[in-house]
């Protein structure tokens, strides 16, 4: 390892700082274009030391946690930039990324994400000699910086880290390291702890006694097994009202859900028929039943009967069905698809490479595309326009604030 001075000319995709070494790019977390900065070297690794030039981008971070000369949490990585750069960022993350496949479609500015929105955090816990560690690990590592505020989470969260912490002690056993996925709900936390062991008789007790000790836990759920349900956790989509499965996906925000369901609502406009890939518990098939009849399909089972109990118990709604499918082995094929006026998807990040082949084929008018991964919805966008589709717009969307993750919502017609 080696201490030297350089500048930094621009941010990597991670919201790294990078300096162009003799030997290739170096990346330096916490530094900023602008900023000349002394480093500990390590191959394409800097480690940042002092900075001798300052960015006039550089903002104070809101967070005490937020501190490399300490032991910062490596829940962010962009506290420290401004906001308008740190938009141009991000929405330069989804431009980018669908220039390298050869598109160039309007990007619209980044819907932007505020503090205390994040209804949804997973946080990492483990109980040690001295203490219980409760908060995200530090930047590239596995230690635990046990956090007493979070600026991004809502204050629903922050009021009850007690009951969480007081929850996790209670379910720690040994030292090994566990998850807690926090989500806020009408009812109250729902939370979904999971690489436990399984729970003794004597933990289901304390965990019982503990959570009713408590008030606003709504859920403890262990391994995907609910060991207390005081309240039954429920989430509204545009109205209707759901009770997801212990840990099931949601958007981590519900501005930026609002906004995704804003735009595909509009663009399915007068579709009669609509058909919902990697649907989950219903985010969008739920309020596009409002305006159309909808097939949601989905390859977990208990999501599904979430979506189809709200469906069937909502008044207002037009026909919902259900499809258990794994849509990575099996795609909605081309005579499928013939059925229905638009289709909706929101895959995971790997993308729906194989789904897009078909839908590239079908004769389906409209199509919107949800994305938490800008580099696979690339790829899925250019295999639709080469099938004939035409991208009408793609808004950028954060809800993961400070961090390189963002979000996107393409809409497309043949």
């Known amino acids: 390892m080696s ?11 991670q919201g790294h700082g990078i300096a162009e070494g003799a030997q290739g790019p170096i990346y330096v977390p916490y530094a900023l274009p602008g900023e000349t900065v002394a480093i500990a070297r390590n191959g394409g690794h800097g ?14 971070p809101l967070c005490r946690h937020f501190d490399p000369d300490r032991d910062a949490c490596g829940g962010c990585s962009l506290q420290h930039l401004a906001d308008v750069p740190y938009r141009a960022f991000k929405r330069d993350l989804v431009i980018e990324a669908l220039r390298s496949r050869g598109l160039t479609p309007e990007v619209g500015a980044l819907i932007a994400a505020h503090p205390g929105e994040r209804r949804r955090v997973v946080l990492s816990a483990r109980k040690t000699e001295k203490d219980f560690l409760l908060g995200f690990n530090r930047a590239e590592t596995h230690h635990i910086v046990s956090i007493e505020e979070c600026p991004i989470a809502s204050q629903g969260i922050m009021v009850r880290l007690g009951a969480i912490r007081a929850i996790g002690q209670v379910l720690a056993t040994g030292s090994d390291t566990f998850r807690i996925t926090v989500l806020e709900t009408l ?3 729902d939370l979904a702890a999971d690489g436990l062991k399984p729970l003794s008789d004597k933990q289901r007790r304390a965990v019982t006694e503990t959570v009713l000790s408590l008030k606003g836990i709504a859920r403890v759920s262990v391994n995907g097994e609910v060991v207390i349900e005081p309240q039954k956790p429920v989430i509204d989509f545009g109205g209707v009202k759901v009770a997801p499965p212990p840990g099931a996906f949601t958007q981590a925000t ?30 969008f098939a739920l309020r596009l039943a409002r305006i159309a009849r909808v097939h949601a399909v989905e ?23 259900i499809e258990k499918r794994d849509l990575y082995r099996r795609p909605m094929m081309v005579q499928e698809l013939k059925n ?5 998807f929101d895959p995971p990040r790997a993308g729906a490479e194989a789904q897009m082949k078909e839908l590239a084929r079908s004769t389906v008018k409209t199509v919107a595309a949800v994305s938490c991964n800008p580099l696979t919805l690339a790829r899925d966008l250019r295999i639709l326009v080469d099938g004939g589709y035409r991208i009408k717009s793609v808004a950028p969307i954060d809800q993961f604030l400070w961090s390189p993750h963002v979000e996107a919502v393409a809409l497309l017609e043949k």
């Open 299 to 321: 390859s977990e089972e208990k999501p599904l009967k979430a979506l189809e109990h709200a469906a069937r118990n909502m008044q207002g709604l037009k026909p919902v069905t």
């Open 254 to 283: 519900k501005p930026a859900e609002d906004a995704m369901a804003e735009l595909v609502l509009a663009h399915a406009g007068k579709a009669k028929r609509v058909l919902d890939l990697f649907a989950g518990s219903g985010t």
């Open 3 to 13: 201490t030297e001075t350089v500048k930094i000319t621009r941010l990597g995709t």
């Open 47 to 60: 480690t940042l030391i002092s900075i001798t030039e300052t960015s006039t981008d550089r903002v104070a």
């Open 187 to 189: 009812s109250g936390l």
């Open 340 to 344: 229905y006026d638009a289709v909706v």
